[in-house]
């Protein structure tokens, strides 16, 4: 066997005039992510830890902030791009752990719904993908409502086919 392990950490400002999209759900917000992309956070973190942990580089390496081809996209897209990558070079998921920090909207209402779309889109078990969410006890940028972060860990193994 041939575990490897990422790490993806990303941040969004959140301001008024942009959906929010978390998980692959448009969440009903005031605010939404600015960004290149439709900014989604969760999504962002999962691919740079799935691309980190296969060696494979990071989300702008792939997805560049500076292209037209990327502006507004859907990140399901990249990543099912990422893990179009991912198994081309033989990897499968483990699992995925992730938090999003977030002071509101609260998210337990729709962390059921952002498994069920992630693991379709990835094509993986729903309980191979752990989504967990806090705040920050209104301290920082996350606290004051300015932005939002979020956090992933992957582990992938490296399929091994045997010759005979």
Not at 4 to 10: K, L, T
Request: glycine fraction near 10%.
């Amino acid at each position: 066997m041939n575990y490897r392990i990422g790490f993806g950490y990303d941040v969004h400002q959140l301001v008024s005039g942009r959906d929010f999209w978390l998980g692959g759900v448009k969440i009903p917000f005031e605010k939404g992510g600015l960004g290149h992309s439709d900014a989604d956070v969760l999504i962002h973190v999962i691919c740079d830890a799935l691309l980190g942990a296969a060696n494979l580089g990071d989300i702008g390496k792939h997805f560049p902030d500076n292209s037209n081809e990327f502006k507004d996209i859907d990140s399901k897209i990249l990543l099912k791009r990422v893990m179009q990558l991912i198994r081309e070079n033989n990897y499968e998921i483990v699992n995925i752990d992730s938090t999003v920090c977030l002071q509101t909207p609260k998210l337990s209402p729709y962390i059921e719904k952002m498994k069920l779309e992630l693991s379709n889109c990835m094509d993986i078990y729903i309980n191979d993908l752990s989504i967990k969410a806090t705040t920050t006890e209104k301290l920082g940028f996350v606290g004051s409502g300015a932005g939002i972060s979020a956090y992933a860990t992957v582990l992938i193994n490296k399929i091994v086919t045997e010759i005979k």
